[in-house]
């Protein structure tokens, strides 16, 4: 008889070890526990109350009923088990009955139709149909169907949920393998920004794709690389080539370096590129004989020179170790630097120089780090530059540093450091910054 009682409590103990239990035992008592295992004739557990790990002989005990675990699925056939085992405790214990019955109707509920979900499901069904089928619109309505199926814990609209997917994710492949062959075909006027998104889009469909449809858009990406990087590769000389000024000089960089960072792929691809670069360095330098365009292609003027000669190493002047840098600004301090304290304002001017002409409406910003205090953003907005120069202003007040110290560095003194960032717009709102100039370092008074 006791070996068929450990028999049938290993049976309804042997896979509840997830969410809260309710235990009776044959004399009327009741407690909850966590965590249960049985070792042998004994049964090891951890009271729910206080969390101590506690034994009790098996043969002590009537039943183990668990609670239904929110985000679990639930067969059919698993439901119906524990409400029979808890309708059973429930006639032999008549003094429990109301305990029992609150953790029956969690168990009773899985078997009504849920009405919600299957809104929830025709609701999600119908705007992804009626969408553009866009990747933001795919991953957020798998992600919200995946909710549905958490809510799911009788596991009835599973099937359901499986065929929806499979035909979303053929309707999302489709969908946008269409539009990719629409701006592939078109592949001859693609700049270098669209050509950026036409390869993302290739990286986010192939994944969910067919194999026979993962190489054709494999193969077309390739065919429209080329095309782009020839047609766009024509214009960038044309635009140099038709006014030979610096702000050519800057336009032209702008799309060389788009096609160098953003569509150059293979090794024949990126020598060209350089190629093309370095002459058409060699070429604006010979056109504008007043600039001097140094090696990583900032057009230095006279009165610009003579700044950085006077700043020193208080330009931009060290990579960064804790970012990565798409290097287009240099940054000259127009005055002095010395004097700074720390907890003391300032306004100070800065020259940007670029490398590459800027997209018209780009917002910067100042990256500032104290050493052992904080990072904080400074918006500079969006300047106006005149053959390849703008000036902007430093503001710092240190209302974010409130409370923090600097530290200094091994030979005791005290810097902050700081580097140029362009605004890169997010689909939450909330933005990043994309560093876009070396680091440089200033001296402040403690």
Known sequence: MKLLCMMMFFGLVGTLFAGDKFV????????????????????????????EENTIAVSELHGVVPTVTRGKQYTPEEIQKYIDRIKKLQKKHSRLFRQLESILQGWEALKKPNLALEG??????????????????????????????YKD?????????????????????????????EQAA??????????????????????????????????????????????????????FVGRKSIAAYLESARIMYGLKEGVA??????????????????NAQKSNSSYHINESGYPIGADTQKLMDAAKYRCSTSKSTYTDILEEVFIIPEKSTRGLSFGRSFSFPLRMVIQRAQPKNRKFALIVTYPGASTVTR??????????????????????????????????RYYFYF?????????????????????????IAP
């Open 24 to 51: 009776v035992t044959k004399d009327g008592m009741c407690f909850w526990v966590t965590r249960v295992k049985q070792e042998g004739e004994v049964l090891r557990y951890n009271s729910k109350q206080t969390g």
């Open 120 to 149: 929830d499901i025709e609701k999600l069904k119908g705007a992804f149909a009626a969408s553009d089928k866009s990747t933001s619109i795919y991953k957020k309505t798998v992600l919200d169907l995946s909710m549905v199926r």
């Open 153 to 181: 814990m009788q596991g009835k609209y599973g099937t359901k949920l499986d065929n929806l997917l499979a035909d979303m994710k053929a309707d999302y492949v489709k969908s946008n393998k269409v539009l990719l062959e």
């Open 186 to 239: 078109d592949s001859a006027t693609m700049t270098f920004e669209a050509f950026v998104k036409h390869e993302q889009l290739t990286k986010d469909i192939t994944p969910e794709a067919k194999e026979s449809d993962k190489g054709a858009v494999a193969s077309m990406l390739e065919k429209t690389r080329q095309t782009v990087f020839d047609s766009q590769g024509s214009v960038s000389i044309k635009v």
């Open 265 to 282: 792929g293979t090794t024949k691809q990126k020598e060209d590129i350089d190629k093309r670069i370095g002459q058409l360095i060699t």
């Open 379 to 412: 918006v500079i907005g969006t300047p106006q530059f005149k053959n390849g120069v703008a000036s902007v202003k430093f503001d710092e007040n240190f209302d974010d540093l409130a409370g923090m110290q600097i530290l200094p560095n091994d030979e005791g």
């Open 419 to 443: 580097h140029m960032a362009y605004e890169v717009p997010s689909e939450n709102g909330e933005p990043t910054w994309q560093a876009v100039s070396k680091l440089c370092f200033w001296s």
